[in-house]
């Protein structure tokens, strides 16, 4: 049984691990580097272990750091949240090596499904539809270039081992092809130590929408989908739940291929299939899997009532799951926007600072994650994502009137942050009337950058007289 749990992570979600381990009754062991020794994970635990200096490579994805920490602390067990080494097989391995218990699928399944190519087979095994592009990693250039003139323009060069958005590049011609394929291996094998890639056809006006399961290895269940199609960069920054548009036929055939999938690879823990879906023709796509818990998760609590966090602990414990598919009901509609250390008035140029002061919302159907406290100040050395502001309310149309109002009450002072875009987003119709797709906001972006530009006037002049 988990007794004494070490949170191999910082911030926000490392808040959120202890909340849930100390309500399992299970002792916290946070790990931390030398800039973030007066953070809120740090000051929440019942203990903490430093593991090294600001940057993330001698610190949070130093595995004999964090290995030496849970051995020196007689953790025995490990989560490792979301990003660093969450979706890391060979970290997954070293912790069971050394008898502990990682909270998480094992490490064949992050293999399997971390290594896009080898996931994109297993969707195809599992009779789950795959967007039209290779079969497998395309090394040789004239397979790739064949592949890309039977598939059609535009079509999306990605990397084989990536995530997050990385290593992917869009030609729209042959030209373009030729060009930007070296380059998408040469980025892939920078950033993931492996420059295999294959190709998918892009899909245009594709909304994003993913489905949350849990598993205990021989059970899966969903806890429905979510819409994350407000994206920049092909990174997140508003995400819903449920999909304002997924029709109740077609949420039952993509929840169900979800299920399917971690089924066949005997999926353990939290885990989020990732689909485009064309909502013209109804018809949706598999693009990946991540195997760990999703920064977006919390809406999918408030829609169904299960703490995701202390569900994937309980697996990883050796519980078998507690909850049948039956038993999982949605009711409502929640929305969380990300409220990260950006200036939107300056292209989203990096913020961090000193929190001189913090209101935080509250209210019924309301819930902020975050590593926030007033005279917090934030390293420069990590992502830029302070927290998430969630919502609750009975219909998609109360819940964005909800948001506006928390919204209003936030205020994070001393820091320029991203609120100001969620206000302006939650303002306008076509977000009101659910009309966007993966590439909308970028669009939007261009349109409306003097509006964005003026909103973070006012709030540069607030943060100016404190």
């Known amino acids: ?86 979706e890391n097989a060979a970290f997954a391995d070293a912790v069971a090596d050394l008898g502990l218990v990682f909270i998480g699928p094992s490490a064949d399944s992050i293999r399997l499904m971390g290594d896009k190519v080898a996931a994109r087979k297993a969707a195809m095994a599992a009779g789950v539809p795959t967007v039209p592009g290779s079969t497998g990693r395309v090394d040789d250039p004239e397979a790739a270039l064949a592949i890309a003139k039977s598939t059609g323009f535009p079509i999306m060069i990605k990397a084989a081992a990536g995530g997050g958005g990385r290593g992917i590049r869009i030609a729209n011609n042959l030209e373009e092809f030729e060009r930007l394929m070296p380059q998408a291996s040469a980025e892939a094998q920078a950033a993931f130590g492996d420059g295999g890639l294959y ?88 693009i990946e899997m991540n195997t760990r818990i999703q920064v977006e998760h919390p809406v999918t609590e408030f829609i169904t009532g299960i703490d995701l966090v202390r569900e994937m602990i309980r697996v990883a414990d050796g519980e078998m799951l507690r909850i049948a598919q039956e038993d999982v009901r949605r009711a409502g509609h929640a929305i969380e926007v990300r409220i990260n250390a950006e200036d939107p008035a300056r292209d989203f140029a990096p913020a961090p600072g000193t929190v001189s002061d913090l209101r935080v919302p509250g209210g019924n159907g309301v819930r902020f994650d975050s590593m926030l406290y007033a005279g917090y100040t934030i390293p420069p050395f990590y992502d830029s994502l302070l927290g998430k502001l969630i919502v609750w309310d009975e219909t998609r149309e109360a819940a964005l009137v909800r948001l506006k109002r928390a919204l209003a009450e936030l205020e994070v002072v001393g820091v320029r942050t991203t609120k100001v875009l969620h206000q302006v987003l939650a303002a306008d119709p076509e977000v009101a009337a659910g009309r966007f797709d993966t590439r909308w906001l970028e669009r939007w972006l261009e349109q409306n950058a003097s509006r964005l530009a003026e909103a973070g006037t006012v709030e540069a002049r607030e943060v100016a007289a404190t």
């Open 1 to 86: 049984m988990i007794k004494r749990l070490l949170i191999a992570n910082r911030g926000e979600i490392a808040v959120r691990i202890i909340r849930a381990a100390r309500e399992l009754g299970i002792h916290t062991i946070q790990v931390y580097s030398q800039a973030d020794v007066d953070s809120l994970a740090v000051k929440l635990a019942d203990e903490a272990v430093l593991i090294g200096p600001p940057q993330a490579a001698k610190s949070y994805l130093n595995v004999p750091a964090i290995l030496d920490a849970a051995r020196r602390s007689d953790a025995d067990a490990v989560h490792p949240g979301y990003g660093f080494l969450a």
């Open 199 to 286: 190709l998918e056809k892009v899909i245009e006006r594709a909304r994003h929408i993913e489905v949350q399961v849990l598993g205990d290895g021989e059970r899966v269940i969903h806890c429905f989908e979510r819409e994350c199609s407000l994206q920049r960069r092909r990174q997140k920054v508003w995400e819903e739940a449920p999909s304002p548009v997924l029709p109740d036929d077609i949420r039952q055939k993509l929840c169900a291929s979800a299920v399917a999938l971690a089924e066949a690879v005997h999926y353990r823990g939290a885990g989020t299939i990732e689909y485009l879906y064309d909502d013209e023709t109804h018809e949706f796509y598999f």
